[in-house]
Structure formats: structure tokens, C-alpha cells
T-cell receptor, first 119, second 112 residues
Framework: AQTVTQSQPEMSVQEAETVTLSCTYD???????LFWYKQPPSRQMILVIR??????QNATENRFSVNFQKAAKSFSLKISDSQLGDTAMYFC????????????????FGQGTTLQVKP | KAGVTQTPRYLIKTRGQQVTLSCSPI?????VSWYQQTPGQGLQFLFE???????NKGNFPGRFSGRQFSNSRSEMNVSTLELGDSALYLC???????????FGPGTRLTVL
């Protein structure tokens, strides 16, 4: 069974600084996606970034980038130039894309990291 | 494109009642997944529908059920509500089951 672990329950960062959130996962599958979602106080779950397992290049979306270490099963999120609007809970999630009915449409989430951006 | 919509946004029910939640996916998306979010258990997968068929189910009792209509809209039903069913219920849609999921705003269910 796949598991996702976020070991940092809470973090804080000063506005304009850089912060890295950690995530590790466990799987024996080879075809999968990894995601970071953010959930601000409004509780709306928002996609931040996606990484495809077979791509060696780390995904980047504006100020957000990942460090994907496939062999170590590590998937960290770096937020550069932090903004007050980045304050949210961040979830790391895994999706198996292999064939088989037990894989479909299911995201496995970590417990989340609450990030506070301070002015 | 309009995002995923969920109705109602808030619900208050009493123990023993039943409730139906609705989810309209992004236009063109045919897969809908449901999740329960609680402070204690985090985000847990309930079930997933694609082409009107339940293709995957999480570890929840039979009181939790769902369906999907031909226009891809989905409903989930919880019967005989218990206090522990109080949660945020999130719906997500994707083009196909193994694609990126986009979430709705959620339905906050409170069971008294």
C-alpha cells in the first residue's frame, strides 16, 4: 500500500523569503503522479504543482518548484519569494496511474503542513 | 471554464437523518472522486465514479454511497448519520480517473 508522510506539522517564513516543505512517500509502483495542493483558510483545495514520476526534470510553476528524488522517494516543495497569500495548509499527494481498478481516481494525502507567512 | 461546484456549501443535520451532497464537475471531465476531511483522520478517499460506474471505493461503511449521472454530475448520500460523520466533504473532477484532480469548495456537514 502507498503512504505519504509530511513530517513538518507547522512552519513559518518571513515574507519574501524562501521555504521548503518536505514529503516522503512509499510505493512499489513505477507510474505515478505526485502533487502539492494548498488549502487556505477558505478550505478550497488548490493545485500547486504536479510531478510525473517518469520525468527526471523537476516541475516548476512560477515561485513554486519541487525537488523530486525518485530513488529516495522524496518530493519537497520550495516556495520562493513567499507572499502573505501563501499562508495555507499544504498537502503532498500521490496518485497511482498504473492499470488495475484499485488505482483509479484515488489521491493519497499526507497529513499536511501548515505554513504561516509573516509580514 | 467554470470550476467544480458543490451544493450545498453548509448542512446541519441530526443523528439518524440522511443527507445528499451534489457535485458538478468541470465541463468535459468525466471522473468524479469524493473525499472526507476531518481534523483527526485527515483526507480520506470515499469513492470514484467514471462513466456512471463506481470504479474505486475507500474503506467506509455502506452508509456512504454515491452515483454519477450521464452528464457526469455526481451525488453522494450518507444514511443514518452519526456524530462522527461531521466533516468537510470534498469533490474533485478529472478528465479521466488517472489524471490531475481539481477540487470543489466542499460541503461542510455538521451532525448534531
Amino acid at each position: 500500500a502507498q503512504t505519504v508522510t509530511q513530517s513538518q506539522p507547522e512552519m513559518s517564513v518571513q515574507e519574501a523569503e524562501t521555504v521548503t516543505l518536505s514529503c516522503t512517500y512509499d510505493t512499489s509502483e513505477s507510474n505515478y503522479y505526485l502533487f502539492w495542493y494548498k488549502q487556505p483558510p477558505s478550505r478550497q483545495m488548490i493545485l500547486v504543482i504536479r510531478q510525473e514520476a517518469y520525468k527526471q526534470q523537476n516541475a516548476t510553476e512560477n515561485r513554486f518548484s519541487v525537488n523530486f528524488q525518485k530513488a529516495a522517494k522524496s518530493f519537497s516543495l520550495k516556495i520562493s519569494d513567499s507572499q502573505l497569500g501563501d499562508t495555507a495548509m499544504y498537502f503532498c499527494a500521490f496518485m497511482n496511474r498504473g492499470s488495475g481498478s484499485s488505482n483509479t481516481g484515488k489521491l493519497i494525502f499526507g497529513q499536511g503542513t501548515t505554513l504561516q507567512v509573516k509580514p | 471554464k467554470a470550476g467544480v461546484t458543490q451544493t450545498p456549501r453548509y448542512l446541519i443535520k441530526t443523528r439518524g437523518q440522511q443527507v445528499t451532497l451534489s457535485c458538478s464537475p468541470i465541463s468535459g471531465h468525466r471522473s468524479v472522486s469524493w473525499y472526507q476531511q476531518t481534523p483527526g483522520q485527515g483526507l480520506q478517499f470515499l469513492f470514484e465514479y467514471f462513466s456512471e460506474t463506481q470504479r474505486n471505493k475507500g474503506n467506509f461503511p455502506g452508509r456512504f454511497s454515491g452515483r454519477q449521472f450521464s452528464n457526469s454530475r455526481s451525488e453522494m448520500n450518507v444514511s443514518t448519520l452519526e456524530l462522527g460523520d461531521s466533516a468537510l466533504y470534498l469533490c474533485a473532477s478529472s478528465l479521466v480517473p488517472t489524471d490531475t484532480q481539481y477540487f470543489g469548495p466542499g460541503t461542510r456537514l455538521t451532525v448534531l
